[in-house]
């Protein structure tokens, strides 16, 4: 059953060019976990260490409580108290925890190529998860954001009409969206943003609709994913203030309004809330935030497995 | 055995209200740990988040170790590295940790309340353990403590003379004791310190005798519990300076002389050697200080067994 | 087989005084974990601390992983993360973990002879480690050093030819090596640096050949053991510039020329690139940095099963 989705991935740095078989493989095992069927502990005596160049605890402790759950031992890694410090390069640094015989590489890093550059470097034993880097990739939230639109919207993604608002120019996670709603046949996908947080040449956008505005894009939608608005973005100038962008493209429950009655609501966290979306939506019947985050543990065993783990005849 | 001391309890957030039988059955359970009684892991398999928004690595450590013994897997949290810093409140950080399928929430905050702010919203399956928040209540300590007492001095509490002295305003300490002390029956309790440091119109003092003399405190006393003074008093104008808080409420071995020869010295640490306690006192054969610790990791296994594990015929 | 290397270690504070046979059975051993032989997990149950007073990630992960792997409950302690801030000693801090029930401790502080302090006041059930402290100590460093030695040049050590080279007056890891390499019986060995890096009038130079010229202690050695540059010996005047220290001292692979064709190049990490050494010599084929680290693992397995189990008979 599992044989299939092993095949093909060495390590996971991106969804662009993967299948949608493979996609639903991984999705089809990580609905096994959610549905309570860790029966063993495949990673029993592999070590797993999380990375992190830049800080995201909720992202390290859900693939950290994966990790554990599968039975590896996870050493955790932040680069804010270590000896990068010292003046160590991240590759040397990785290449350093390899060595000391650590097989899973769980990376996060603020440019972007990190996980790509260390994977160019690693041994043949050593599988790299891309926990975001930049504003490329963010695969597992890919991942799991699929994996919750399946259970509530069924496997057909070809029929799904999607709106993705927010800041796309610079979210990771919408670019792993993107890649795998593709993969998965969707079409009727609306991008939509102020034109500052938009990408102008992205050939990620290709086929789909992008719009400024957000009532269009909602309309008669099935499921609404919105984006994290990074405080920064003030700071550079790309958004005039909290309450403009609130104004213009927050989620509120009158707006909510405009796709269908069934429509599901979906955040990577963490949530501005009364930025982007309201209390009363994030709160509301018709958001699946919290069980994106447990998909997401659901997910990141899912991938391990997938990596870590040898086909049986190996043994 | 065991069953009696589940009953009641979903979580732990102060001993407020705590039936003796409730105190005892804890109590009972972390002296059997406390002889070395770890027979099985109970908890494998169960997640347990330390969700520290102010620091404190001795607590945690202690939790984190009584947890491990137990068999959970066990996540830290401290909040000065996290996504708190994000602008994200605790309330969901808790929820998304909560939905990462984590049972056990072990919780230290600066603000009163906050615990009980956590539990309300917390869902059927999951438990809070209080470890200290504000200046209210920090019941697992206020548990140690106790089962240190009855090891000294035995089950009875109602013949027991015991000073508690130092900053009994600002103590989550002082609170979680006196709460027990109450339910366990002494009678025979002196709270002892500055005017500056005692509160006024507390009725946790009721039926206790308060002063702020305290060679009258120690006067015959089998027990004396220490408290720690917060260097921020001094800041505050609360108390003059270190060495004023030492001449007239520092314990030191020719005070101790007042209070029985048998009598026992609690501190909960980290102590202020000079300060509140002399070296000489501190590491001396009266003090039960390092005793505590020890208690305070059976104890602490004691109530996660109670919270966290389900009556056998759940199995 | 493993007895004897137990008897007369309680503690692992220095190299020094050891005898070879007491360091070839702690090397036998590990090289038993490097084959792969972790057969059992002797320390489940044992508690392990990682107290570090300064930050060394690295240094910290490869103890960690060495304790999990032989089934160890790890603790971590960071001095800066800590209630040290609150004021306490660093002996209030370890009595209070080892009131805890903690067993094994792994220390490192800038200060020389913490290790030997905190071993003073050990109980007789608590083994220290030190991970390294002041300029004095790092003894699993320098064994991990021997063995990486003895893998590519045989266990007789009395015929090898080996340079030490670098800031010799500041390095503990050189005192470490220094020890280890005299016990071992090895002594044609060179100590290069500048006269500022140096060591006058120590007698831990006896025997052993001083020198300011690298080429001349380069000269047909077997192997080449550099030492790590840190930046603030420029900030104390004890360096003119990095370039100059590498123009000077730096192993580049015109002067490895002057070794033997099969000399091997250690260097404990992280390494200063283009300072000590060219990236062309540190990921060079002679250069066995990276099993260093993976010999590390393996070593301080081999020193916690010994410092921390029991002899068979005592079960």
Redesign the interface.
Known sequence: MTVDIRTPLRHLLSLEGLSAETLNGLMDRAQEFVDGK?LYQPLQ?V?V?TLFFE????TR??F??AA??LGA?V?N??A????T?????AA??F????????RGFVIRHREDGCAQALANIAGPQTAIINAGDGCSNHPTQGLLDMLTLRQAKGHDFSGMRIALVGDIAHSRVARSDLHALRALGATDVRICGPRTLLPMDDAILDGFTVTHDLDAALDGVDAVMMLRLQ?ERMEEGLVESLKDYHEQYGLTAKRLAYARPDAVVLHP?????GVEITDEVADGPQALI??Q??N??AMRSAVMEALLTKPLAVH
């Open positions: 860790y005596g070590g260490c800080p995201s605890t909720r402790l859900s950290q409580l554990q759950q031992e050493l890694f932040e804010a108290n270590s000896s410090t010292k003046g160590e390069t040397d640094t290449r350093n925890i390899e060595a000391m015989g650590v405080r966290g963490p949530i501005n809330r919290l069980r985050v447990a997401g543990v």
